[in-house]
């Protein structure tokens, strides 16, 4: 790791390679790691992790065809993005940058064909907790002729502490024309940092500071309103979070506060007023939609342990 720094520097493609540097918050600090990656092979040595330790398994949970054809600011999360294919693919944990390459995925559509890809960037989900949203773009295959089917790691990507290898995971794609669903729910104690790193244009909003607890919501892929606005407060009421307090007993309650706004990713904060354990978050259906304006289905994830 390179020395921590006291503030961000401006994102910039190394004359070496094909790597999109920033500076981002890591367990050791805020430090520089490359955020996006051309390389077409697999260059992390084998160094003989599990693909399971202490109860936590290295697997994939989504893979989302989020669109055919990106829009002209790919061109920002990598160079030469414009125009090809997006699939944002959200791991069990948070991963370590300095062991990802484009090379460590294989893409399978239902002919059976792969192809290289040309990148994959953690852009824009960089705030603490979220490195574990991958976005894949490259030839990924027109949904309505030859439609990817299946994304596996096939090369040596290893967790952001060190303790896993994500080779061999593998998961189904959810199909172009389907909606976002939420993947992931986890009680957080960095709430306070969200929107207070990285350049602006990937910092989300803050909860309000008398927020007691807060659990960040992790759709398939980024989510707005149909007109292209950030959710409200009308969706703030929208989300059910099912806590249970000492006694045991259960109350559904709606989040005092929606945070992690406007920073284009497909992470919500969740801001609560109850130190109540959580149990699960729901989101009604028709509401939000993924950058190819599929609506969302209703959906419900169980909330997991802090981290």
Same mark, same amino acid.
């Given at each position: 790791?390179?020395?921590?720094?006291k503030r961000w520097k401006r994102a910039v493609f190394?004359?070496?390679?094909?790597?999109?540097?920033?500076?981002?918050?890591?367990?050791?600090?805020?430090?520089?790691?490359?955020?996006?990656?051309?390389?077409?092979?697999?260059?992390?040595?084998?160094?003989?992790?599990?693909?399971?330790?202490?109860?936590?398994?290295?697997?994939?949970?989504?893979?989302?065809?989020?669109?055919?054809?990106?829009?002209?600011?790919?061109? +920002?999360?990598?160079? &030469? !993005?414009?125009?090809?294919?997006?699939?944002?693919?959200?791991?069990?944990? /948070?991963?370590? *940058?300095?062991?990802?390459?484009?090379?460590?995925?294989?893409?399978?559509?239902?002919?059976?064909?792969?192809?290289?890809?040309?990148?994959?960037?953690?852009?824009?989900?960089?705030?603490?907790?979220?490195?574990?949203?991958?976005?894949?773009?490259?030839d990924l295959g027109p949904s309505d002729i030859d439609?990817?089917?299946?994304?596996?790691?096939?090369?040596?990507?290893?967790?952001?502490?060190?303790?896993?290898?994500?080779?061999?995971?593998?998961?189904?794609?959810?199909?172009?024309?389907?909606?976002?669903?939420?993947?992931?729910?986890?009680?957080?104690?960095?709430?306070?940092?969200?929107?207070?790193?990285?350049?602006?244009?990937?910092?989300?909003?803050?909860?309000?500071?008398?927020?007691?607890?807060?659990?960040? +919501?992790?759709?398939? &892929? !980024?989510?707005?309103?149909?007109?292209?606005?950030?959710?409200?407060?009308? /969706?703030?009421? *929208?989300?059910?979070?099912?806590?249970?307090?000492?006694?045991?007993?259960?109350?559904?309650?709606?989040?005092?506060?929606?945070?992690?706004?406007?920073?284009?990713?497909?992470?919500?904060?969740?801001?609560?007023?109850?130190?109540?354990?959580?149990?699960?978050?729901?989101?009604?259906?028709?509401?939000?939609?993924?950058?190819?304006?599929?609506?969302?289905?209703?959906?419900?994830?169980?909330?997991?342990?802090?981290?």
């Amino acid at each position: 790791m390179r020395s921590i720094a006291k503030r961000w520097k401006r994102a910039v493609f190394p004359a070496q390679g094909m790597a999109l540097s920033l500076l981002i918050a890591s367990g050791s600090g805020v430090v520089a790691q490359d955020v996006s990656n051309r390389d077409l092979a697999d260059i992390t040595p084998n160094i003989g992790l599990p693909r399971s330790s202490d109860g936590v398994t290295a697997e994939l949970l989504s893979a989302f065809h989020g669109l055919d054809s990106l829009p002209l600011i790919a061109n +920002v999360i990598c160079r &030469g !993005g414009w125009g090809k294919g997006g699939m944002p693919v959200i791991f069990a944990t /948070e991963v370590d *940058l300095d062991t990802l390459q484009a090379g460590d995925f294989q893409v399978t559509r239902q002919s059976g064909e792969t192809r290289p890809l040309h990148c994959v960037s953690v852009l824009p989900a960089v705030d603490p907790g979220e490195l574990r949203t991958v976005l894949l773009i490259g030839d990924l295959g027109p949904s309505d002729i030859d439609p990817p089917v299946t994304v596996e790691v096939i090369g040596h990507l290893h967790s952001i502490d060190g303790t896993l290898d994500y080779q061999g995971a593998q998961v189904a794609v959810t199909p172009l024309a389907d909606g976002p669903s939420l993947v992931l729910a986890q009680t957080v104690k960095d709430w306070t940092l969200v929107g207070e790193l990285g350049p602006r244009r990937v910092r989300g909003s803050l909860c309000p500071k008398d927020t007691v607890s807060a659990v960040r +919501v992790t759709w398939a &892929g !980024g989510v707005t309103l149909a007109n292209g606005d950030e959710p409200g407060e009308d /969706e703030r009421l *929208l989300y059910r979070v099912t806590v249970e307090d000492d006694a045991g007993a259960q109350r559904d309650i709606t989040p005092a506060a929606l945070a992690d706004l406007g920073d284009g990713d497909n992470n919500h904060m969740l801001c609560l007023d109850t130190t109540n354990r959580v149990l699960s978050v729901s989101f009604p259906a028709g509401i939000l939609v993924d950058p190819n304006k599929d609506l969302n289905p209703a959906t419900t994830v169980e909330v997991d342990a802090p981290n």
